[in-house]
């Protein structure tokens, strides 16, 4: 996964040495173990090891006195012999079995483990929400006495598009991931349409909510299966039609093998393809709330001009949090948000927040003199 990496930093004799030491080491580990095995295999002692010799002139003595006349020698050896295998092969089963008990018992230790977030035992399924979105004074961290985000208090109206924008590590993913419920609020409450997120069933949330995120997953497989992953039950032609709606059909057309194309974990598309495809999962999703986490950071100028179009007439009457760098991206959000330190410390249009000479009007100004250097 690294290759770029390493050729671009010209580390390839350092890369292959490392990868030499693991590798040798891992090849005398294993030989050892190997004759460690065939060692102890020699040596192994097992119940039926000591019964078969012992039992050997039981049975002959039996034969002698006469008192079970039809055992032979042969026979006797035949059986024992039998019985051995049979025996052995049960020992050594349990020999195996007792050995994977270890990682059978890690494996279930985590299985066992009660997810921090669970729904209230009477939340409910609700299958056409609106889109209504409130943070009622909600606090949060990862680690106890680490707070991340503080009093935070904002309400997204359904359809509404709002913007979370701040510097890094100001705690705008870390918002969007309390509303995809991938973390609980440790004070306050997060509302969907006036009820506390606990209390609809976390299936319902995710079921309706679309991600698009700046770097694009794809599993190894088809674009058509990667499209696919939104909603399994989606047929050919919505598959289609979605990647029409997100502008990537005529790019799919022209590879190789059209849709059965293999992406190879998104090897061999461009990041603006990349974006398109989870445009295009998205889209397939039918959303109630979108989330945008930096969609289209890693794209150019054209390119995200492209995309934040597409993403404007496709969702248009869709919740939508877009948590973004680029802040001519989101001059036209109904609504601004600007954190810093994991508290809100501005919040209004576009409009409102430059008249109001702070935080927001630096940051934007920043960025068009350094759009205008680059022009010029
Ligand atoms: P960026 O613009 O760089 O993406 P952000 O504003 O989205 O930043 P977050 O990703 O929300 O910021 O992170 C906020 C803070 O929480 C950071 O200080 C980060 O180090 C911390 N943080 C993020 N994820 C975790 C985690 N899983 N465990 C502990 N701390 C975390």
């Not at 939104?230 to 190789?256: F, T, Y």
């Amino acid at each position: 996964a690294g290759i770029r990496v390493i050729k671009a930093f010209n580390r390839i004799k350092y890369t292959i040495r490392r990868y030499y030491h693991a590798m040798v080491t891992y090849y005398k580990t294993g030989q050892a173990t190997y004759f460690m095995q065939i060692a102890a295999d020699q040596v192994r002692v097992s119940p039926i090891h000591i019964i078969w010799p012992m039992s050997l002139p039981f049975f002959a003595y039996l034969g002698l006195k006469g008192t079970i006349p039809i055992i032979t020698w042969g026979s006797i050896i035949y059986f024992s012999r039998a019985l051995l295998y049979y025996l052995d092969g049960t020992y050594k089963f349990f020999q195996k079995f007792r050995l994977y008990l270890v990682p059978a018992n890690r494996l279930f230790d985590t299985l066992d483990i009660e997810p921090a977030i669970t729904d209230s035992p009477d939340a409910k399924s609700i299958d056409d929400l609106q889109g209504h979105v409130q943070f009622e004074h909600v606090d949060f961290s990862y680690q106890p006495g680490h707070p991340i985000l503080r009093d935070i208090l904002f309400e997204v109206p359904p359809g509404k598009k709002v913007a979370i924008v701040g510097p890094s590590g100001a705690g705008k993913s870390t918002l969007a991931m309390l509303l995809m419920r991938l973390y609980k609020a440790d004070s306050g409450d997060i509302k969907i349409d006036g009820r506390s997120v606990a209390d609809i069933k976390m299936h319902s949330v995710l079921s309706q909510t679309g991600v698009i995120l700046q770097d694009t997953f794809l599993f190894g497989g088809t674009i058509r299966d990667n499209i696919r992953y939104a909603d399994p039950k989606a047929s050919d032609e919505q598959i289609e039609e979605a990647a029409k709606a997100a502008g990537l059909h005529d790019d799919i057309i022209n590879m190789p093998q059209g849709y059965d194309t293999d992406v190879a974990e998104g090897a061999s598309l461009s990041g603006g393809q990349k974006q398109r495809v989870a445009i295009a999962r998205a889209l397939l999703k039918n959303p109630k709330f979108l989330i945008l986490d930096e969609a289209t950071s890693s794209l150019d100028v054209t390119t995200e001009w492209a995309v934040m179009q597409t993403l404007r007439e496709n969702f248009a009457d869709v919740t939508t949090l877009i948590i973004s760098h680029r802040l001519n991206t989101i001059v036209d959000a109904d609504e601004i948000i600007v954190i810093d330190k994991g508290s809100i410390i501005e919040q209004g249009t576009h409009e409102q927040l430059l008249k109001k000479r702070g935080f927001y009007n630096m940051l934007y100004q920043q960025q068009s003199d350094i759009l205008e250097t680059e022009k010029n």
